[in-house]
């Protein structure tokens, strides 16, 4: 594999797997859903009336594209094109990458009061957004 990947990459269906998994965050981090558990697991707590800045928004955008590239150009190498196939991607890079480095990352940062209930909802958002995004860029066309 090289970086020549890049120019054979279906850019369409990298944007589009991006948005799905960046999407997913928001619910995801919805306070209905796993936001307040994860602000307390994070010991972090929005001021009443105040709303997150651009940087917010900006950064996870960012890392799910940077996610998403890396995931197209695994699934072009393995010539990954079924369901099958997608979803074993989708689990080599979510779990055997994603959901293994939040682990540490949760357990050795000594400022996250709860660090199990952070890496299973930040772990958890990580495996499944990467099993939509593999999927996404494995079978499109």
């Avoid at 269906?13 to 960046?22: D, E, N, R, S």
Wanted: negative net charge; hydrophobic residues 55%; aromatic residues 14%.
């Amino acid at each position: 594999m090289s970086f020549d990947t890049l120019g054979e990459l279906n850019w369409l269906a990298v944007i589009v797997a991006t948005i799905g998994f960046f999407g997913l965050g928001a619910i995801w981090y919805a306070p209905p859903v796993f936001g307040r558990a994860w602000q307390r697991a994070v010991g972090f707590e929005m001021p009443e009336g105040e709303r997150p800045g651009p940087a917010f928004y900006i950064g996870p955008l960012a890392t799910c594209f940077v996610a998403t590239v890396a995931t197209a150009m695994l699934a072009l190498a393995t010539a990954s094109d079924t369901v099958g196939e997608a979803i074993v991607l989708g689990l080599v890079v979510g779990l055997g990458i994603a959901a293994t480095v939040a682990f540490v990352g949760g357990m050795f940062d000594p400022h996250k009061p709860q660090p199990l209930v952070w890496f299973a909802i930040f772990g958890g958002y990580q495996l499944v957004g990467l099993l939509i995004v593999a999927l996404i860029v494995s079978l499109w066309d």
